[in-house]
């Protein structure tokens, strides 16, 4: 009779632990979106290291990402230049980091950007500077879908309004306005 009161309480205690363990899985993903919606809505998500790739790989960029780095609060980016690229795709790109690094990231306060081009002789020394630009949060406050803008000229005078934008005799002999 001691033997069965033993096995019977052995099994109890089994169940109780595996429907214990059964539920955790379910707390976990209530939790997780509860705190989901909360960073959300109020700050935005973080940008680290370990979530960058993924970023970076989500934004629908024209352009190819050449290198990415996250230091502290600033974000650099290096875009490659293909040789067929209109200045609206170049613009549309940099108006499209700035926009979602600064207004949808909590931790990231400034975005610098460099447009780079391969040289097109064999001999050439490498990558040359196109165009850069430099963004701050302060700068990105309200800025307008990028739908807005009808023309690369709206979307070029509200970069330049908004932000700091280094042309080069490169991007001036290659876009002659």
């Not at 059964?22 to 370990?50: F, I, N």
């Not at 629908?60 to 990402?65: A, F, N």
């Amino acid at each position: 009779m001691r033997m069965d009161k033993r096995i019977v309480l052995a099994a109890a205690l089994c169940a109780a632990i595996v429907m214990a363990m059964s539920s955790v899985p379910l707390l976990d993903k209530l939790a997780v979106s509860q705190r989901a919606y909360t960073w959300q809505h109020v700050s935005g998500s973080e940008l680290t290291e370990l979530n960058l790739v993924d970023y970076m790989a989500g934004l629908p960029l024209q352009l190819r990402v050449r290198k990415v780095e996250l230091n502290h609060s600033i974000l650099s980016v290096d875009l490659l230049l293909p040789g067929s690229a209109e200045p609206r795709v170049v613009y549309g790109d940099l108006y499209r980091l700035a926009q979602s690094s600064l207004q949808r990231t909590s931790n990231i306060s400034r975005v610098l950007i460099r447009v780079l081009e391969y040289g097109r002789d064999p001999g050439a020394p490498g990558p040359q500077l196109v165009i850069a630009m430099e963004a701050a949060r302060e700068q990105a406050k309200r800025l307008a879908p990028l739908q807005s803008f009808e023309t690369q000229q709206l979307l070029a005078g509200e970069l330049k309004r908004r932000f700091q934008l280094t042309y080069t005799k490169k991007w001036q002999q290659r876009y002659p306005e």
